[in-house]
């Protein structure tokens, strides 16, 4: 009779109403697609939470602790927790990872909850590193579930971060119900705990100092280009002999190269391939996306290769990621996926960017997929170009060595398809994404629909003597420099005018020594990159102005680009004959860690539309000059205080990491 009043103290039905309000508010957030249900919902948590204030206080005051009670309310409290986890699942797919691994550890406290009580042993309740637990869980699935638009990076990093608490307390509760049910009590002294955490605190330093020794130690090896490549480069090979079957013009403009994605997209009928280092689900990215999807469930093929870095920040955790993907005929393969027990990898990056239909035409070049490359929205923008390349019909086009150099990527064992699992292909939030990505290709279709019109390809490029393609050798770690050192020899070869249009340039002692001794051959070898006040990136821009000097002292004739946007083109005019245009930088890290593809292009006309694109540019450039004004430019007060500190620590950092850059 005791313990059936216990079960039905005034606490423990504020427990069971808690539990009850559980249904109401998942039903209620499923539905809040507008602003009351979204209101109703979160009152319904408000009032949840209130009763989990008020019962242990009415517990403590009016006598009414019981030891159901101790386990009732933290079952009420995981309930709700896990409610709420299941309610982010509508709108955050990775939540489903945090809703699993929270039900496992709580059906384990449960499960060690009763053999605890069944042995008589003294039920405590909640220990202090369970509450800090409940607190920090509380705290990030309410940021989650009241800040609905965070940017996926913090929305994951919350739910990792959640995560890992959990599995830290599920490790700290293990040994106390190890010591529970061996002595019948646990050891809480302050000096042994003192002890435990200063263990704790230096393995985790430990442990981030071999991490980031291991992530970057194997990067300061720079292999040479061996002598049987070097062997084999022909630079005859490199031009043709009349027209191939490859007809190409340069796409400049971001608008273009949107409505150009599109195009191809759309009117792909077998096989789409879509390699991008970086895709993101903004105006672009979504167009990009739906076209996709439209064309898969038309039957089409659809290959999608991404970098495992940008994957990571980008696309886990993603919902309309994973509604293209649960659509049938697409694949997504991660090249190199990031993985925090593998540090030693994760400098090895595949930066190459090209969308290829049909084996009929292709773009390449430097953009990646989202707002800043590709689209005519406003807001921050990045100068980059493609080559669309139109296959005639020849067997010699180049558009099958693509092909052929995409089949050998994916086939590395650094590659690997993205997997989900079902529960996260079926709950809400994947669902509506997809639901939108189909809306929106309609939309794309009433409001834009020059870009699935038809065109002749052969009427809008150029004749072409011979394409080929110039790549970085395959695998992880440390490369042999096989694009830097085609290229510098290519240049070699050259008896015109040379210029080179980098966003940056950060050189090791071979790449000075190579350019010098192009210079020294070719005094017309011009190299523009953008000037340190409009370099997007800073490590890019410290590292030139600590380092202009030795750049000035190899002969190269320098512009620096002062235009309102930064300057991403990647493009090489080889004489009068040659243009080169891909994803290569020269900076260390395309040389010798990442994948990096160049399209090198025979044609006069190309290489005269290339040369008219790099003088409109020039004219917003001037020469450099040998002056170390630009260090104080870094820390003028024009510069906001954020950016300044991180130029600091860039340049107090360079010397020892700029291998890595």
Known sequence: MKRTREYFSIPNLMGYFRIALLPVFLLLYYHADSKPFYLAALLVLAVSFLTDFLDGKIARKFNMVTDFGK?????????????????????????????????????????????????????????????????????????????????????????????????????????????????????????????RGLLITGIIILAVISFVLCAILPYRRQPE?????????????????????????????????????????????????????EMRSDTSGMQIMAALRSAALRGVQVELLLDGFAFW?????????????????????????ANVLTPWKGMSRMHEKYIIADDRVYLAGGRNTFDFFLGDQEGHKNYDRDVLVYNTGGADSSVYDLVLHFEETVSQKCCSLWRHGKLLENSASVKRAAAELDRLYVRMQA???????????????????????????????????????????????????????TPYIICNDYMYDMFTEICQKNEN?????????????????????????????TGLNILEYSGNYSYHGKSILIGDRLSAVGSFNMDIKSAYQNTELMVVIDSREVNNQLEDIFLDYQREACPAAESGSEVEELFSGDVPGSTRMVRRVIMWLDPWIRFLM
């Open 71 to 195: 386990i009732l309310d933290p079952v009420a409290d995981k309930l709700t927790q896990g409610g709420i986890a299941v309610a982010l699942t509508f709108q955050y797919p990775l939540t489903v990872r945090l809703l699993v691994f929270f039900l496992l550890k709580e059906l384990y406290m449960a499960v060690m909850g009763l053999i605890l009580m069944k042995k008589d042993r003294k039920i405590t309740g909640a220990l202090w590193y369970g509450k800090a637990c409940t607190c920090i869980l509380d705290a990030g699935i309410l940021l989650l579930l009241f800040v609905p638009n965070l940017p996926l990076l913090v929305s994951n990093a919350v739910i990792y971060l959640l995560m890992a608490v959990m599995a830290v307390t599920w490790g700290m509760y293990l040994l106390f119900h190890i010591q529970m049910l061996t002595t019948g009590e646990a050891d809480s002294g302050r000096t042994k705990g003192k002890k």
């Open 225 to 277: 280009v061996s002598s049987e490549y070097m062997e084999s480069f022909q630079a005859d090979s490199f031009y043709g002999e009349g027209i191939s079957a490859d007809r190409a013009v340069m796409i400049e403009d971001n608008g273009a190269a949107l409505r150009e994605r599109i195009r191809l997209i759309s009117q792909a009928q077998e096989r789409i391939i879509l390699s991008t280092y």
């Open 313 to 337: 920040t980008q696309v886990e955790g993603n919902p309309y990621f994973y509604a293209l993907e649960t659509t049938d005929n697409v694949e997504i393969i991660v090249y190199n996926r």
């Open 447 to 501: 409001e834009n629909p020059q870009q699935f019109e038809t065109i002749d390809y052969a009427d809008v490029t150029f004749p072409v003597n011979h394409i080929s393609l110039v790549s970085n050798p395959g695998g992880l770690y440390p490369k042999e420099p096989w694009a830097f050192w085609t290229l510098c020899q290519l240049i070699k070869h050259a008896d015109a005018e040379t210029i080179i249009h």
């Open 525 to 553: 070898v011009m190299l523009m990159t953008n000037a340190p006040a409009t370099n997007g990136n800073y490590f890019g821009a410290v590292d030139y102005v600590l380092n202009k000097e030795k750049i000035l002292d």
